[in-house]
């Protein structure tokens, strides 16, 4: 069981950035891939971001591909996203989730998900 809780949003001007952390309570994140999805307003939750248990196989969705960078300390329970050149059309709330080994790009596949924290980019 992994209890995820999400930090580091706010409000930002665009061609900012921001960092956003998930930190999980429970011994086993360090099994656990990682993944950060996001969703606006009247939208679909989409996928941002997901890597491996060990940090490898990190993967990208084309719309943030070169802007984002998801990173994690696994000493530090917590995976990270690293956000720059940020448009208004990040302008979302992006929520951290887990699933055993290996990341995937489904929201279905994973099975623990964090409360999301809002990141809002103004233009």
């Known amino acids: 069981q992994l209890q995820l809780t999400e930090s580091g949003g706010g409000m930002v001007q665009t061609g900012g950035s921001l960092r956003l952390s998930c930190t999980a309570s429970?011994?086993?994140?360090?099994?656990?891939?990682m993944g950060w999805f996001r969703q606006a307003p009247e939208k679909a939750r989409e996928f941002v971001a997901t890597?491996?248990?060990?940090?490898?196989?990190?993967v990208y969705a084309d719309s943030v591909k070169g802007r984002f960078t998801i990173s994690r300390d696994n000493a530090k329970n917590t995976v990270y996203l690293q956000m720059n050149s940020l448009k208004p059309e990040d302008t979302a709330v992006y929520y951290c989730?887990?699933?055993?080994?290996?990341?995937?790009?489904?929201?279905?596949?994973?099975?623990?998900w964090g409360q999301g924290t809002q990141v809002t980019v103004s233009s």
């Open positions: 429970g011994p086993t994140f360090s099994n656990h891939a």
């Open positions: 890597v491996d248990w060990n940090g490898g196989n990190a």
């Open positions: 989730a887990a699933r055993w080994a290996a990341g995937n790009r489904d929201a279905y596949m994973y099975d623990y």
